[in-house]
């Protein structure tokens, strides 16, 4: 019998925030963002410091920011823990960052990081992408989306990883929490002068066919279940990638490692799907719990499988979650 996989639950020209814009490079206050209604926050409880009296003592608690609630949370980026020193990406596509974005963006769509036949570009044309835009090794990189479920910010994070971006994170929600917390936008194009990248490459992050196909690595189809029904690598597990995200964030460690329980941290897990966004969701949240993770793609492991076979395993089929 068929086991479905997972639950799916349920002030300058063109700048607009709630005390106006500077020009330039701005920086957010801690009174700004403290005085924000920030979605998935409760102000009375975590966006203001609480005074605790004990006996004739009182202490000022401060409250945790959310990246420090997983196991590795240094690639989760808060809304109010933005600086101006932060080099900001724009990773979705269409033309949605000409309309509105987060105030001093630039614009590389993850789309831009993959070829016609929907293959990661070489390692020295990503270089130069990034390069181009201005963006540096040694920057420290935040990247959004305008919806976090596209995968768009995850896999552009996923791919600096990959050219060994040290200081690199994911803003904790979208361009709509944003708007929501009345943080500055702008309109207006944003560009950074050109610089060299130089990638220095992790070969951890990226699985070839040989080691899927020789190892005992624990592997993840984050493709719809409709197609690992008709194939998907032998020992799969299915996972609807949208099980990790909760009201436009990634779900807190205590879910996600409900989510996840089946997996073993001891050894090395394997993501793949159709395409690299979605795979990038469920990478994303291994990550943040502490998993070593890696992806690859299905179109990688079919073109090496014979026509008649097409990557079909004729074992039962998996549940996680």
């Not at 002030?11 to 801690?30: F, I, Q």
């Not at 080099?87 to 949605?96: K, L, N, P, R, T």
């Not at 001093?104 to 990503?126: Q, V, Y």
């Not at 997996?263 to 994303?284: F, P, R, T």
Request: aromatic letters at 8%; one cysteine or more; hydrophobic letters at 35%.
């Amino acid at each position: 019998m068929l086991l479905i996989a997972a639950m799916v639950p349920g002030a300058d020209a063109g700048c607009s925030c709630a005390g106006g814009c500077s020009v330039g490079n701005w920086e957010l206050s801690a009174s700004t963002f403290l005085n924000s209604d920030v979605p998935g926050y409760d102000n009375a409880d975590n966006n203001t410091a609480a005074v605790v009296e004990s006996g004739n003592e009182q202490s000022v608690y401060k409250p945790k920011d959310r990246s420090d609630l997983f196991t590795s949370g240094q690639i989760l980026k808060s809304l109010g823990a933005l600086a101006g020193s932060d080099v900001v990406i724009h990773a979705s596509q269409g033309d949605g960052y000409s309309q509105s974005h987060i105030k001093g963006a630039i614009h590389i769509p993850s789309s831009s990081l993959i070829d016609d036949n929907g293959d990661l570009k070489p390692i020295e044309e990503l270089a130069e992408i990034l390069g181009e835009a201005g963006v540096s090794r040694e920057d420290s990189i935040v990247v959004y989306s305008e919806d976090l479920s596209s995968g768009d910010a995850t896999f552009f994070l996923w791919a600096l990883k990959y050219l060994g971006q040290d200081d690199v994170k994911v803003l904790d929600g979208s361009l709509e929490d944003w708007n929501a917390a009345n943080l500055p936008v702008e309109s207006s194009s944003h560009k950074r002068p050109a610089v060299s990248y130089n990638p220095n490459p992790r070969s951890d992050l990226l699985a070839s066919y040989d080691s899927v196909n020789n190892s005992s690595v624990q592997i993840v189809d984050a493709r719809p279940f409709a197609e690992f029904g008709k194939g998907r690598i032998p020992g799969a597990t299915s996972l609807d990638p949208a099980v990790v995200l909760q009201d436009g964030k990634i779900k807190d460690e205590s879910r996600l490692s409900g989510i996840f329980s089946r997996l073993s941290k001891d050894e090395q897990v394997m993501v793949y799907s159709s395409d690299y966004n979605q795979a990038s969701l469920v990478w994303y949240a291994l990550q943040l719990l502490g998993y070593s993770a890696e992806m690859y793609t299905w179109s990688d492991w079919t073109a090496h499988q014979p026509a008649s076979e097409n990557g079909k395993d004729a074992g039962r089929y998996k549940e996680l979650g």
